[in-house]
């Protein structure tokens, strides 16, 4: 088992308990939304699974947020440029219907891609592409605050900011 694991990124790890989780799947080496490795990790049962994705709830979701869902890609990938086009279609009608289904007012759709290890991250804790069904909890934003979404951290920004 390598110590080095490319499929998990403990910067961006966000909760404590989420750390630990994390730390063991580097122990072990693998990407923990492959299928064959999802349910050692991820408790929120399966909400429903198509061709291309499975759908779940967030298991560490951000903070301020009504709900958070998951859309995990059931091949392992993890460039944009390698998910078939076909699936657009089938993870925009699983968001739709979860939406409607959960009465969302509004919100967003985040998908980050890609990884270089030479300038930093874009965000994402595990490299295997996923995408996020975001809808903030509005009421529990500060007045000038706004729920953002993180897209990448350069190499050096902990040493620019601490």
Not at 74 to 98: N, Q, R, V, Y
Not at 128 to 151: C, G, M, Q, S
């Amino acid at each position: 088992m390598s110590k080095e694991n490319k499929y998990v990124n403990l910067s961006a790890v966000r909760r404590e308990d989420q750390r630990e989780v994390m730390e063991e799947i580097k122990r072990q080496g693998h990407c923990p939304f492959c299928l064959e490795n999802l349910q050692k990790y991820h408790k929120n049962p399966i909400l429903k699974e198509g061709k291309f994705w499975i759908l779940t709830e967030n298991q560490w979701p951000y903070k301020k947020i009504k709900h958070q869902l998951l859309a995990i890609y059931k091949t392992h990938i993890e460039h944009l440029k390698e998910i078939d086009p076909e699936s657009g279609k089938e993870l925009i009608e699983m968001f739709a219907e979860e939406a409607e289904k959960r009465n969302m007012k509004g919100g967003g759709v985040a998908m980050r891609f890609g990884s270089n290890p030479e300038y930093g991250n874009y965000g994402s804790s595990v490299l295997h592409i996923h995408a996020h069904l975001v809808e903030p909890d509005l009421e529990k934003l500060e007045e000038t605050e706004a729920w953002r979404f993180k897209f990448g951290e350069p190499k050096n920004y902990k040493k620019r900011v601490g």
